[in-house]
């Protein structure tokens, strides 16, 4: 083709089915920017407020669709930004590509302005593949391998491209020794065990008197199958956050959420079982899972490396989780007792009973289960949800009771604060017409979400759908952080370190022509959520909740209480924590509730 190697370049990219590219601008992708201004918005640009931004939202959008995330950052400071939402890609297994301007080859190695070996600096995070183009005959190859193995293998891919070589003409590589020629295409194979495996794990589940299930992202496409043979096994079935949407919580065999931030019912799940299935989740915190030598385990992932790396299994299935059960399914026999199942379920709507008691206990001003607990049955037909690390995410988890349809994602494996608004960002652009609530709180939206919402400010108006809803948790508190202080380290609240300023969060959304909402009493939360989902501009709802209601585990250990314990009397907020604390493990074992440990 004629044009430069940037016109080369989104073509290429738009053979492999690319449409949207998150970025910033700068004068090292100035040659690429300028071809695919040429071009005739066949692939949107959609910048960012900053490149970390662009990348989480790369990550999110390979998420909510399945397919490439790409990301687009100038030379020196721009590239390195992207870094923590690649590692956020990395972590999570999906493929994102990331695009990088590099200073003139002939600049290179002479410690020029914002150059940096770019290749070393993304070789952990993109370490399947990351090239530094040299001439435009490599630029094609470049582009097909790093597509097609970004892809492939669910890694992050990268390219640097210096800025001179993006303007030179294009040339396709000559017939000769030394240059190769590339192709376009890639299907993903179906990946499935061998028989006589499959039979050795049917052996295992069909002996298993009480079985457990733990699903994660790797069960997103197999919500038929696990429900089919957790009724066949009459197993209660648990989800690692990154599963959340794997199955629907209406089901009376779902447990909920597992670890630190999951469920009673969960823990006892877990607890009591004598075999585990897990089927595509890499949940990293073994304490939650059985007591190695308890159970009998089998599972089932793509990835060999996450095989037996939380617990050891007997029986180990490489394979797509979908597929691998349908063939799993005519080989398990029905358990006629049913009396494990019966005890699950029990504890299951022992488990909801809970939460809802701790939901409506007072607090000052609002109790920040509430918010989740009264958000849960308002939530829309088909909606994407995102939440961010810290506090939020032990409600989200906990409260937020999912429906077939719905997506939910966050920053799983990396639990990186600043992820939820460039997430729910990216789901409009995948999805342009369904509703989009991301969950977050307020360290994270001073951190770096607030100037995202001037993205949501330029583009809210292209979408189909306007419903898009940021909650904030306004606390004053990075909260998650003051309670791992409090119960992990026997450390009082160190107040240096953990109140942030009071942002009017609402106000800053009206001031950049978003709808602000706020919320200081726990009898506007229903109304207010009512509210936002409701508006035809997308909205800010600010809650000032209370920093002091704990998120209590599902099983607290005696290493925790000793340490909740010593650090109360010194914590300056000690009396507001303990009246917290009092209401919630009452709501716990008062009727109506049940006990915590």
């Known amino acids: 083709m004629s044009g430069t190697v940037g016109d080369f370049f989104w073509e290429r990219l738009k053979q492999w089915g690319v449409r949207h590219v998150f970025g910033y601008p700068g004068d090292g992708i100035n040659g690429l920017l300028g071809a695919l201004q040429r071009r005739d918005g066949d692939i949107k640009f959609v910048q960012a407020r900053h490149e970390e931004m662009a990348a989480f939202m790369a990550s999110a959008y390979a998420k909510y669709t399945g397919e490439l995330g790409v990301c687009l950052a100038t030379s020196g400071p721009g590239a390195s930004h992207l870094l923590t939402g690649l590692y956020d890609a990395r972590l ?25 070996d770019l290749v070393s600096m993304f070789k952990d995070v993109a ?74 794990a049917a052996e295992v589940l069909n002996a298993g008197e009480k079985v457990a299930i733990l699903v994660g992202a790797g069960a997103l496409g197999a919500t038929d199958e696990v429900i089919e043979v957790a009724e066949r096994l009459g197993a209660g079935v648990a ?66 490396g996450m095989l037996s790396a939380r617990y050891p299994m007997e029986v180990n299935l490489q394979g797509d989780a979908a597929h691998t059960l349908r063939l799993l399914l005519p080989m398990l026999r029905p358990k006629t007792d049913r009396s494990w199942r019966e005890s699950v379920e029990a504890s299951v709507a022992m488990s909801w009973q809970t939460l809802e008691a701790r939901a409506m206990q007072p607090a000052d001003p609002v109790n920040p289960q509430r918010v989740f607990w009264e958000l849960s049955p308002r939530i829309p037909d088909r909606a994407i949800l995102s939440s961010d690390s810290g506090s939020c995410a032990n409600w989200y988890a906990r409260d937020l009771k999912m429906r077939r349809g719905m997506m939910a994602s966050l920053s799983g494996g990396l639990a990186c604060m600043g992820a939820a608004v460039p997430y729910a960002i990216a789901a409009k652009f995948a999805h342009p017409d369904r509703p989009v609530i991301a969950m977050v709180g307020d360290g994270a939206m001073q951190m770096n979400n607030m100037a995202e919402l001037i993205t949501v400010a330029k583009y809210w108006r292209e979408w189909a759908n306007p419903t898009w809803v940021c909650m904030v ?15 992990m380290e026997g450390n009082p609240k160190f107040e240096v370190t953990q109140n942030i300023p009071d942002v009017p969060y609402h106000r800053f959304a009206e001031l950049i022509g978003l709808r602000g909402i706020f919320v200081d009493h726990p009898d506007q939360m229903a109304p207010a959520w009512e509210a936002a989902l409701g508006s035809d501009v997308p909205v800010v709802l600010e809650v000032r909740t209370d920093p002091n209601v704990p998120p209590l585990p599902p099983h607290i250990t005696l290493a ?34 049940r006990r915590n440990s």
């Open 560 to 593: 925790q209480a000793k340490n909740f314990m010593f650090s109360t009397p010194f914590d300056p907020e000690a009396g507001s924590v303990i009246v917290n604390t009092a209401r919630e493990v009452l709501g716990s074992v008062l009727p109506g509730g």
């Open 239 to 304: 989800k690692a956050l990154l599963g959340k949407a794997a199955l629907p919580d209406d089901l009376p065999f779902v447990t909920g959420s597992i670890g630190l931030l999951g469920t009673p019912a969960s823990w006892d799940l877990m607890s009591n079982c004598d075999t585990l299935l897990m089927v595509g989740s890499g949940f990293p915190y073994s304490e939650f899972l059985p007591k190695e030598g308890q159970a009998r385990g089998v599972q089932i992932d793509l990835e060999p």
């Open 473 to 487: 948790l306004n606390n004053q508190d990075l909260n998650q952080v003051t309670w791992e202080q409090r119960v």
């Open 127 to 200: 370490g399947t593949f990351v090239q530094q183009a040299s001439v435009p005959g490599q630029v094609r190859h470049l582009i097909d391998r790093a597509v097609r193995m970004a892809i492939g293998e669910r890694r992050v891919t990268a390219l640097v491209f210096p800025n001179d070589l993006q303007e030179e003409p294009y040339q396709e590589p000559p017939r000769q020794h030394g240059a190769v020629f590339s192709g376009v295409g890639y299907r993903r194979p179906l990946v499935v065990p061998f028989e006589e495996d499959l039979h050795r």
């Open 92 to 116: 999570d297994h999906v493929p994102v590509l990331a695009i990088a301007g590099q200073q003139a080859r002939t600049a290179v190695g002479a410690h020029y302005q914002q150059e940096l």
